[in-house]
């Protein structure tokens, strides 16, 4: 930035300081609809995906890799065509309502077709049934996703408000988190046991708990649509010309800043999900030498203690990033989480697996820096974005930040069996043959280090801070007035 412009005085006066706050009702009930996507999207490529469709249907772990791969890039493919339809949509009931609430109920009909795939099919026709329901699975929650993450962009001008906003939606997001950590434990425990084995199956159990999952993604879903209002609709938007696809993509490739956080994200994310399910396996087949329902405790302890500490750590973030910007706060979360994830090398130990919980705390900021800074700096780009287009874009930006994000997820879960199958490893064998455990160990240490290191750089380059928002927002109110 050059000159910094002194902001409007009403942007800062008491009145306009209270109007920029989000009611309370709203900013909680607009941070549960955050649950949808960690309920239907997060417990399926995270928690369940290889468990249920290798582990207890054996179907190929490099076959799933591709499957969900594909998916993802569809969903990444059809993120932006909704973000723009969403920008464009002119209803007397705004923009995103419409969206919200189809997309939340199509999401919750389709999600149990998953865990419900006729038992005679082989395993090529099983990954057909995989690609069929995903794609129209993935579709129906684009439809909810994208109008949602533009909602969370126009909700307030505040620079410090959006980074409240942010923390109730971690908040919210680590809750049904917590709920996903123990997930595994529930469907492989005691209520649902395979009478040939006498122990719990998560085929078994899956096949009841879609349909409280399926709930659950409609309510979550659904609150957002029926208690939030949307800030920019009436006074701007309705009466501005619709915008072309290609000129939303075009103009979206031109907002720096935008580049700096899919940068970021891309990197974190990569880094994570593409060991995640060599973190599990080393769980089950390192420490506890094939046993997975026990492996799922301590997996069901970790998680918990990621979420707590995510949730404790909240208002010290929160604080931290109105006291000392949210750049160097990401820095610092980042640098924590890197620090963190190497040192739980040495906290990898057969004889106490519970040491594992320890290398958590420090995971937690993680998380943190996606689900809380990363959206609060994302609503700043859309500020910067509106004073080089004139036009608020909120959803054509996500969709844009979506597009890399969801590339994130593919590339990363494509990666995830191939990791797997790299490091040696076979599901037919309960003790893994020497070396494939140090394989999978050294992957899963090494390969999220790296990653993560590279994300530090792009923080630190990072160009948006307080004092440029502060310029950028009094020369918008300036142009268009104060919405």
Known sequence: MSQVI?????????????????PLLQKVTFSVGVSTE?????????????PYFNIGLGISPTLLGIVLMILLIWNAFIDPFVGNISDNARTRWGRRKPFLIAGAILTA??????????????????ILYLIGVGIVFFTCFSLWAMPYYALQLELTPNYDERTRLASWMTFFGKVSALLGSWLLAFLTGSWFINPATGKGDIVIGMKTACWIIAGLILVCGLLP????????????????????????????????PLWSLIGITFLMVFGSVAVTGLGQYVGIYYLFHGDLAAAAVVSGWKGSVIVVTGILLIPAWSWLAV???????????????????????FFLDPANPYLTLIPGVFESSAISAVWLLIPSMKADTADYDELQTGRRREGSLNAFFSWFFKASLSCATGASGLLLELSGFSVKHAEQVDGVISRMIGIYILFPAVLWALALLLTYWY???RAGMAEIRSRLEARRGVV
Not at 6 to 22: F, N
Request: aromatic share 14%; proline share 8%; hydrophobic share 40%.
């Open 323 to 345: 006291r000392f910007d949210k750049r160097n706060v990401l820095f610092c979360m980042i640098g924590f989480t890197l620090v963190g994830h190497v040192m739980g090398y």
């Open 38 to 50: 960690n309920v239907a999207v997060g417990f399926l490529t995270g928690a369940l995906w290889m």
């Open 225 to 256: 649509a029926f208690f939030v209002k949307e800030r920019h609709f009436e006074s701007e938007n309705s009466l501005k010309p619709r915008e072309p696809l290609w000129q939303s993509i075009r103009e979206s490739a031109s907002c720096k």
């Open 6 to 22: 002194a902001p409007d005085p009403q942007v800062t006066c008491p009145q306009t300081a209270v109007l920029e706050r989000i």
């Open 109 to 126: 009909c389709v999600y149990p077709l998953f865990w419900n795939m006729p038992a005679t099919l082989g395993e090529f026709p099983r």
């Open 463 to 465: 160009p948006l801070d």
